[in-house]
C-alpha cells in the first residue's frame, strides 16, 4: 500500500525521565513495554501491542477482563476510575499472584 507507514508493534517514544528497558511507558494515549534504557530526553523503542506480563493489583483478574494502568501504584487493576484501558488478560490469575498476562490495546481508551 501507498500510505502504509510501519506495522506499528513498536514505536519511537521520547522518555520524559529515565527509562528501563522492561519499564511500562505512557506517552500521550499510546501504553507500551520499553524496548531499551533512555535517558531524559531521549528516543527509545516501544512495544505497543503483542501479550506482556505485568505486576497487577491484589485481585483476581480472569481471562479476557478489560485490565487498566494505574501509574501512581504501578500496575494494573480492574479499577477504570481515572486508570486508562491498556488491554485484556489472556489468562485468569488469582488474587494472590504477581503478574497477570496482557495483550497490550497499543493506545489507551
Known amino acids: 500500500m501507498k500510505n502504509h ?3 506499528g508493534h513498536y514505536l519511537t517514544f521520547t522518555a520524559a525521565a529515565p527509562v528501563t528497558h522492561g519499564q511500562r511507558v505512557l ?3 499510546l501504553f507500551g513495554i ?3 534504557n ?3 530526553g531521549e528516543d527509545f523503542e516501544a512495544a ?3 501479550v506482556y506480563e505485568l505486576p497487577k493489583a491484589a485481585e483476581e483478574i480472569t481471562a479476557g477482563a478489560r485490565v487498566y494502568w494505574d501509574a501512581a501504584e504501578g500496575h494494573v487493576t480492574l479499577d477504570d476510575d481515572g486508570n486508562p484501558l491498556v488491554g485484556a488478560a489472556t489468562v485468569t490469575a488469582a488474587a494472590g499472584a504477581a503478574l497477570v498476562p496482557v495483550r497490550l490495546n497499543g493506545v489507551t481508551v
Open 5 to 7: 507507514v510501519q506495522p
Open 27 to 29: 506517552m500521550g494515549a
Open 34 to 36: 520499553a524496548a531499551t
Open 38 to 40: 533512555a535517558a531524559t
Open 48 to 50: 505497543i501491542t503483542g
